[in-house]
Each structure stands twice: as structure tokens, then as C-alpha cells.
């Protein structure tokens, strides 16, 4: 017997009191996206569809014709269901909102409607990315109390990677489940039950090529890890997509790094729609996400578009990464109280 993902989120719902249903709608509206964009990334080379669109976003990056396509799948798919407040985007300046409600709109989404689009190109994996809030009661459907939530209050996180297969994984707090599409039937069905990311990997991930400008910490880190310290042999494994590299480290285990740079001080990677979704997934598939000393889901966002460094992977490796922080803060103290 299979077991779809609407099959899954209904079952799910039956355990969770009061549920209304609203829920399951609006993941619906994301899956019928991601079957959107899945289609039009299938034929990318066959239609025109690759290439710049000839724009940028509110980033600065040039934006791709497949980023605007997968931007206006999600904005429509999701807009339409009564259950949305506010719709935030990588490649929209502001909160998209609906004047609905608070008993209506329940809900805020914020997404990156594909990730790693530069690679389309070159036939490479990309991604989809989302979060969803809680609306708070007492805002309007425009106030940004709503949307600049910490990521612990996120009430469900996820990716779509669309690679070899098409594969959605999920938390709503429960546990990690994976749902690879069926073509045949045009459903995801699960195909990893309660994913656990292992304790400890054997790759590490970065852009090694900027690494004379990540701090030093970062850089005995990574030295760490390439003379095998830690007591563990490591290869290096970099996609330079976020979902890619992100769902091998997931899947594999090991650890996954984006530093801050004297060109990104606050480091490139975006808090709400990039960090925090896969922050939650790491967690509740008991591995660890960080901003360089901090828990990522613990960060209160300022801005919808605030940047943060990132270090995601196993226990093993993410607590090895504090503890070279730790240990130059100790011996600093021990001499200070002599």
C-alpha cells in the first residue's frame, strides 16, 4: 500500500485536536506549485524558459526566467486559498497580503521559490523552500509581527528538490518525512519514514574557493576536518545549490557551511526562507543548525530579507564546531585568573 502526502497530512490531522482542515488546503496549494514547477523545469531545455529574465530581485541577483515562473506557481496556487494571510518571498520587496479575516487568513508562508536557480543552465539540482507561521491574533493581516517570527514558532517547514526525482521533505514538528513524486500517478508518495540525519557524517560542504576570507575559526574548522582531528576521515562534497547540498547532508550526514565573508559580514544565506526551514528540519531530524554560536531557530528576524552565516549537520560535527569556539574563550579565561 502507498501512502500519499495528502493521505499523510490528513492522518497526521486526525491526531491533532480541533483540526480544521485549513491546514492540509493550504499544503495542497504548495504541492500542486511544486508539480508546476517540477513540469516546467523537466523541459527546461526544450522551451524557453532558460536564461535571465533580465531583471533583478530585491537582493540584487539577477533573476532567472524559471525564478519568476516559480514565484508567480506559489503566489497563485497559495493566494487563492482563504487560509493565507501573507505570502513572503525571495523575489517580492514586501509581504504579499489578503485582506482576510484573522479567523480566515490563520496563515504566513515564506518561501524561496527556487533555490540555486543559476544552475538551471547546466542541468544542475534546484530547489523549493517554505515556512509556515501562525498568523498572531491580534495583527492585521499587513503587520509584520506576523512575519518576523523566530523559527522556533514556525508551524511546519519544508523543500522540494527537483533533481533525478522529485522529492518533498517535511516537518510539522513531528518528525522528518520524505515523499518522492510518482509520475505515473502525479501524487508524492512517502519514501522516507521519520528521516534521521546521522549523528556523525563523512563530508563536509562549503565554497572552499572564499575561504581565506571566513574567519579564522571557521578556517581551523575546516583544518579540523580535512586532517581528520576530529577522529573521523572526511571528503569535501559541494553542489552550490542550498536544497542539494543541505538534503545530502540530511540524508548522509556530516556538516554543511556558509561563513560569513569580508564581503557578507552578516553572511549571504536569508534567515526567514533559507536558514530557519532547514534549521527545523535538521533539529527534528536530531541534528543541529547554527548562525556561528547561536541556535538559528532562537534568532528573532528585523527583516524580512536579513542574511545570517550557517553551519547545519550532524551533532557530532556541528558540537565540534562550538567547541574550537569554546576552547580559545576558555583558555583566554584560565589565563585571565591567574
Not at 511544486?34 to 516546467?40: F, R, T, Y
Not at 552550490?240 to 553572511?267: C, N, Q
Not at 533559507?274 to 528573532?300: R, S
Request: charged share 20%.
Amino acid at each position: 500500500m502507498i501512502t500519499t502526502f495528502q493521505q499523510h497530512i490528513l492522518h497526521q490531522q486526525r491526531e491533532v485536536p480541533y483540526a480544521s482542515g485549513d491546514f492540509s488546503w493550504l499544503l495542497s496549494g504548495l504541492t500542486l506549485a511544486a508539480k508546476m514547477i517540477e513540469a516546467k523545469i523537466r523541459c527546461a531545455g526544450l522551451c524557453n524558459i532558460v536564461g535571465t529574465a533580465g531583471q533583478t530581485n530585491i537582493q540584487g541577483e539577477t533573476q532567472q526566467k524559471l525564478d519568476v515562473f516559480a514565484n508567480e506557481a506559489l503566489l497563485h496556487c497559495l493566494g487563492v486559498r482563504d487560509c493565507v494571510a501573507a505570502l513572503v518571498s525571495e523575489e517580492n520587496d514586501e509581504p504579499v497580503t489578503f485582506d482576510r479575516p484573522p479567523g480566515e487568513g490563520k496563515y504566513v508562508i515564506v518561501f524561496d521559490p527556487l533555490d540555486g536557480s543559476s544552475n538551471i543552465d547546466v542541468n544542475v539540482n534546484v530547489g523549493t523552500i517554505f515556512s509556515i507561521y501562525r498568523r498572531k491574533e491580534d495583527e492585521r493581516s499587513s503587520g509584520l509581527d506576523s512575519v518576523l517570527q523566530p523559527g522556533n514558532c514556525q508551524v511546519a517547514a519544508g523543500y522540494v528538490l527537483y533533481g533525478p526525482s522529485t522529492m518533498l521533505v517535511y516537518t510539522a514538528g513531528r518528525g522528518v518525512y520524505g515523499f518522492t513524486l510518482d509520475p505515473t500517478i502525479g501524487a508524492f508518495v512517502l519514501s522516507h519514514d521519520r528521516m534521521q540525519m546521522p549523528e556523525r557524517g563523512k563530508y563536509y560542504s562549503c565554497n572552499e574557493a572564499n575561504a581565506a576570507q571566513f574567519p579564522e575559526h571557521y578556517r581551523s574548522y575546516l583544518e579540523d576536518l580535512r586532517i581528520s582531528k576530529a577522529g573521523q576521515e572526511y571528503s569535501s562534497r559541494y553542489i552550490g545549490s542550498l536544497v542539494a547540498d543541505f538534503h545530502r547532508t540530511l540524508l548522509k550526514g556530516g556538516v554543511f557551511l556558509y561563513p560569513p565573508t569580508a564581503g557578507h559580514p552578516e553572511g549571504k544565506l536569508r534567515l526567514l526562507y533559507e536558514a530557519n526551514p532547514l534549521a527545523l528540519i535538521a533539529e527534528q531530524a536530531g541534528g543541529l543548525a547554527i548562525n556561528g554560536d547561536e541556535a538559528i531557530l532562537n534568532l528573532q528576524p528585523r527583516g524580512i530579507h536579513q542574511r545570517t552565516p550557517l553551519v547545519v549537520g550532524g551533532r557530532s560535527e556541528v558540537e565540534r564546531f562550538l567547541d574550537l569556539i569554546r576552547e580559545p574563550q576558555l583558555a583566554r579565561a584560565e589565563v585571565e585568573s591567574l
